[in-house]
């Protein structure tokens, strides 16, 4: 069944990033939603949560 195909995780993270001589530090949840589909695990959604997601913040660009 559909729902036994899908899966929901949660981690915590702490990023630094250093960038023009700065140091900025952020944290908090990333919610992936895993699903399959044809025998393989495939990323159907990610959100990040920061922990002060109410502040002002310049542009976060984060390379993987």
Do not use: P
């Given at each position: 069944?559909?729902?036994a195909a899908?899966?929901?995780?949660?981690?915590k993270f702490v990023m630094l990033v250093y960038?023009?001589?700065q140091k900025r530090h952020y944290g908090g949840t990333i919610t992936h939603?895993?699903?399959?589909?044809g025998g393989?695990?495939?990323m159907a959604m990610k959100r990040?949560?920061?922990?002060d997601s109410d502040g002002?913040?310049?542009c976060i660009n984060v390379y993987f």
């Amino acid at each position: 069944d559909e729902a036994a195909a899908r899966c929901t995780v949660r981690s915590k993270f702490v990023m630094l990033v250093y960038q023009r001589e700065q140091k900025r530090h952020y944290g908090g949840t990333i919610t992936h939603r895993l699903d399959w589909s044809g025998g393989e695990l495939r990323m159907a959604m990610k959100r990040v949560d920061l922990i002060d997601s109410d502040g002002i913040h310049d542009c976060i660009n984060v390379y993987f």
